[in-house]
């Protein structure tokens, strides 16, 4: 069930808060003129592509829609944000059952329908799960991806630009490492 990869289509599947804002960030950004999403509650998923669609008058054109996993058949990009959120007191690791467990339920679906495309991980752990979708997808190592420490990275830079009084823009600082309790800050790399 090949299919050619349209680069214009994104999919995002999970449509709890990362997921919409992924979403949200993806329909500002102009990048692709098709995102769908999906989620195990197609009718929230309705409604944040309904919600997300009504920022396009200031926008790129785009069509947004919810849907079903054949509908991510042609997609570059599918970015994976579903999985159980981080409850107070819970470790990252504290995760793993509960979202490998999700991955074995969504993982296999997105690679059913989707041959081409690359598989983006948004989901924590982050690099556990980047693994286990690589592993329970079938997909070579080149298409798989996780977000890793991106976020991390960010939030460096803009605490030290606030604290510089400087546009966060500016700063050139990076965290390396697992997403989460064994990250690091690389300051000896980091300028201004």
């Not at 769908?36 to 947004?64: C, R, T, W, Y």
């Not at 990252?92 to 991980?121: C, M, T, W």
């Not at 286990?132 to 030290?160: H, I, M, Q, W």
Request: charged fraction near 20%; hydrophobic fraction near 45%.
């Amino acid at each position: 069930m090949g299919c050619t990869v349209n680069d214009r289509k994104v999919a995002v599947v999970g449509c709890g808060f990362v997921g919409s804002a992924s979403a949200f960030a993806i329909m500002e950004s102009g990048l692709f003129s098709e995102m769908v999403l999906i989620d195990a509650n197609n009718d929230k998923a309705s409604g944040e592509a309904l919600d997300i669609s009504h920022g396009l008058p200031f926008a790129k054109p785009m069509q947004i829609y919810a849907g079903e996993y054949k509908d991510i058949a042609d997609a570059a990009v599918v970015v994976v944000t579903a999985g159980a959120g981080q409850k107070p007191g819970e470790t990252r690791l504290d995760l793993v059952k509960k979202n490998v467990g999700i991955f074995r339920s969504v993982i296999p679906q997105i690679a059913e329908y989707n041959k081409e495309g690359i598989l983006l991980i948004v989901a924590n752990p982050v690099d556990i799960l980047t693994h286990a979708a690589l592993k329970l997808s079938g997909f070579p190592e080149n298409r798989v991806f996780g977000s890793g420490t991106v976020l991390d990275t960010a939030r460096l830079k803009y605490l030290l630009g606030e604290h510089l009084s400087v546009d966060s823009r500016s700063v050139h600082a990076f965290i390396i490492g697992e997403h989460g309790d064994s990250e690091i800050a690389v300051w000896s790399s980091a300028n201004v």
